[in-house]
């Protein structure tokens, strides 16, 4: 066997062990105080303590945000969305971490094997906890979940779930929905049934974001640009 050979079948080893692995720690962050360092940080498996957490207050609105492919918990993305909110006040902010299923080194690779058995596993999870977060108190009327990219589609899976269970969160925002694998038929989008009231918000439509109306209301910016004035960069797109 040659050497490329065997780099292949070695990276082709990693990406399926990757794919079996993932999906095993996602946690919901409560931010506290005014700060984006203070937090707690409760597991799918144990959520119900996020209730008893003094980020939370029974009588706010909650809103939940979460990243895409390749996001980070700490991102300046991340920090901005949750300071923005932190300094609004009488919120109730939560992050989706999911940091280690929506990371990994072998980059856009990886993706198909997110999509495929991470996103609908780790949507439909998230949902089961929701319900079970308003058995226990939480006003799923008070719930706005919002997501970028590949999170939008996470989040799409979670409403519906929580639909299946009889209830239905309030809103969810789609914030450049991620296309590849989403636009055609292999995998279940976020749409106008994921929610009360679903509106998405396309900034790069045709590129790494969904071109599809799939919303209650969608928001084209500058008439469908591929890239948005001042993100020329193809690496950087969405932002």
């Known amino acids: 066997m040659t ?15 990757f794919g079996i692995c993932c ?15 203070e937090y707690d940080e409760f597991d799918l498996e144990s959520p119900l303590g996020l209730l008893d957490s003094t980020g939370y207050d029974e009588s706010r609105h909650t809103v939940i945000y979460t990243f895409g492919f390749q996001g980070k918990a700490n991102g300046q993305s ?17 992050l989706f971490n999911w940091e280690k299923e929506a990371t990994t080194p072998l980059g856009a690779i990886s993706y198909g094997t997110i999509v495929a058995k991470t996103v609908n596993k780790l949507g439909t999870k998230l949902g089961d906890v929701l ?21 939008a589609q996470l989040f799409g899976y979670t409403g519906r779930q929580v ?9 969810i925002t789609g914030l450049d929905p991620a296309g590849p694998l989403y636009d055609g038929k292999f995998f279940e989008s976020l749409d106008e049934d994921s929610a009360s009231f679903v509106d998405v918000f396309h900034t790069n439509p045709s590129g790494l ?8 209301i969608d928001i084209w910016f500058n008439c ?14 969405g932002t």
């Open 23 to 37: 999906a095993d720690a996602a946690y919901l962050r409560i931010y506290c105080g005014e700060n984006f360092d």
């Open 78 to 94: 991340v920090k901005t969305i949750v300071e923005t909110y932190l300094r609004i006040g009488n919120i109730n902010i939560i």
């Open 224 to 237: 469908e640009r591929k890239y948005q004035p001042g993100c020329e960069v193809e690496d950087d797109p």
């Open 131 to 151: 319900v079970s977060l308003v058995s226990a108190g939480l006003d799923i009327n008070k719930v706005h979940l919002i997501g970028f990219s590949l999170g």
């Open 3 to 17: 050497v490329e050979r065997q780099r292949k079948c070695l990276l082709l080893m990693i990406f399926f062990a």
């Open 209 to 216: 974001g969904s071109h599809k109306s799939q919303a209650t």
């Open 163 to 171: 639909i299946r269970n009889n209830f239905q969160i309030q809103r």
